[in-house]
């Protein structure tokens, strides 16, 4: 019927076209908001899924968003299974929002794994996905940034980078973060994700190291140097984000009282305005860590190696 063809089967390459809109067909104008369902034909919550996914799709058909209208796909990973390991799918089913600001950058909020999957939720995963891609400036920078913006002693302004690196185990939970930073924050700090792998010179001058990622704060003015190590590649971002927010807050509002930026010559303004004033920002939670799946295994048997095999259910 019309729900089932407002869902999009997706192999490799029509993946790349629309969703990461890139290769020689993609057109730009079409890049909008993709939701993602990542499934096996053998998996049994995924069949349990279809209905739901429907219903989604055809309950966001035609809802204009900041960036867009929202599209509904499906990738098999039994027949593309290069495409779920290029996405680290790991459980049946996943589900992934992919999404691209105005600065050209990429984002994808994944979908929990062990939570219930309603139409609302789902719904809710996506609008707000979108509106956390809308707000976030979280961008990537280079050499030239660097020098000019971010370490030059000149430049004012306090800019939180994250270095990367080719192989990064916890990165992307930490970019992830990141933007919810940026949104939150809402332009009190820069934020910038520099590639050490790309431009490595920068990196050394800068004393990184090669264990990646790193997170590092550089003042507001002044002397930047090597600006101060916020996070390493062993420290959690859902717990130290928020205490970083915290402090951050604290020498913006400083440096705005230094410059008589004072806050409270709006009050009056704001309060006779009440009415027409704009709906209160929304805060966004730090990703909490997926938990680990644990599996008993039957009498007799003994685990062996690290691995371990997720189920889209709860377990």
Same mark, same amino acid.
């Given at each position: 019927?019309?729900?089932?063809?407002?869902?999009?089967?997706?192999?490799?390459?029509?993946?790349?076209? $629309?969703?990461?809109?890139?290769?020689?067909?993609?057109?730009?104008?079409?890049?909008?908001?993709?939701?993602?369902?990542?499934?096996?034909?053998?998996?049994?919550?995924?069949?349990?899924?279809?209905?739901?996914?429907?219903?989604?799709?055809? /309950?966001?058909?035609?809802?204009?968003?900041?960036?867009?209208?929202?599209?509904?796909?499906?990738?098999?990973?039994?027949?593309?299974?290069?495409?779920?390991?290029?996405?680290?799918?790991?459980?049946?089913?996943?589900?992934?929002?992919? /999404?691209?600001?105005?600065?050209?950058?990429?984002?994808?909020?994944?979908?929990?794994?062990?939570?219930?999957?309603?139409?609302?939720?789902?719904?809710?995963?996506a609008v707000k996905g979108i509106?956390?891609?809308?707000?976030?400036?979280?961008?990537?920078?280079?050499?030239?940034?660097?020098?000019?913006?971010?370490?030059?002693?000149?430049?004012?302004? $306090?800019?939180?980078?994250?270095?990367?690196?080719?192989?990064?185990?916890?990165?992307?939970?930490?970019?992830?973060?990141?933007?919810?930073?940026? /949104?939150?924050?809402?332009?009190?700090?820069?934020?910038?994700?520099?590639?050490?792998?790309?431009?490595?010179?920068?990196?050394?001058?800068?004393?990184?190291?090669?264990?990646?990622?790193?997170?590092?704060?550089?003042?507001?003015?002044?002397?930047?140097?090597?600006?101060?190590?916020?996070?390493?590649?062993?420290?959690?971002?859902?717990?130290?984000?928020?205490?970083?927010?915290?402090?951050?807050?604290?020498?913006?509002?400083?440096?705005?009282?230094?410059?008589?930026l004072m806050k409270t010559l709006?009050?009056?303004?704001?309060?006779?305005?009440?009415?027409?004033?704009?709906?209160?920002?929304?805060?966004?939670?730090?990703?909490?860590?997926?938990?680990?799946?644990?599996?008993?295994?039957?009498?007799?048997?003994?685990?062996?190696?690290?691995?371990?095999?997720?189920?889209?259910?709860?377990?």
């Open positions: 019927g019309g729900a089932t063809s407002l869902i999009s089967p997706l192999n490799q390459t029509e993946f790349e076209r $629309l969703v990461q809109c890139e290769g020689p067909f993609h057109a730009e104008e079409e890049c909008v908001p993709w939701m993602v369902k990542f499934y096996t034909p053998w998996c049994v919550h995924c069949k349990n899924l279809i209905p739901t996914w429907k219903r989604a799709a055809s /309950a966001m058909d035609g809802t204009e968003t900041p960036l867009g209208f929202v599209r509904f796909g499906a990738v098999n990973c039994e027949t593309d299974r290069r495409l779920c390991n290029q996405h680290a799918i790991k459980g049946y089913p996943t589900i992934h929002l992919y /999404a691209r600001d105005a600065k050209g950058q990429d984002h994808i909020e994944k979908y929990p794994l062990q939570s219930s999957k309603t139409v609302d939720k789902l719904i809710d995963h509106r956390l891609t809308h707000e976030s400036t979280l961008q990537t920078i280079d050499s030239f940034i660097m020098e000019k913006n971010v370490t030059n002693s000149e430049s004012t302004g $306090l800019w939180i980078v994250m270095f990367e690196g080719y192989s990064m185990s916890r990165g992307n939970s930490l970019k992830a973060s990141l933007r919810r930073m940026s /949104a939150n924050m809402n332009g009190l700090a820069n934020f910038g994700v520099f590639h050490c792998g790309k431009e490595p010179k920068v990196c050394e001058q800068q004393y990184i190291g090669k264990k990646f990622p790193v997170l590092r704060m550089y003042p507001y003015k002044g002397s930047k140097g090597t600006g101060e190590t916020l996070l390493e590649r062993d420290d959690d971002p859902h717990a130290v984000l928020p205490i970083v927010e915290k402090v951050v807050r604290m020498c913006i509002e400083n440096i705005e009282t230094e410059n008589g709006h009050e009056d303004f704001e309060e006779e305005e009440e009415e027409e004033s704009a709906p209160p920002r929304v805060q966004y939670e730090y990703p909490k860590p997926e938990p680990p799946v644990r599996y008993v295994l039957p009498d007799g048997v003994r685990a062996s190696g690290g691995g371990r095999f997720i189920s889209g259910g709860n377990a």
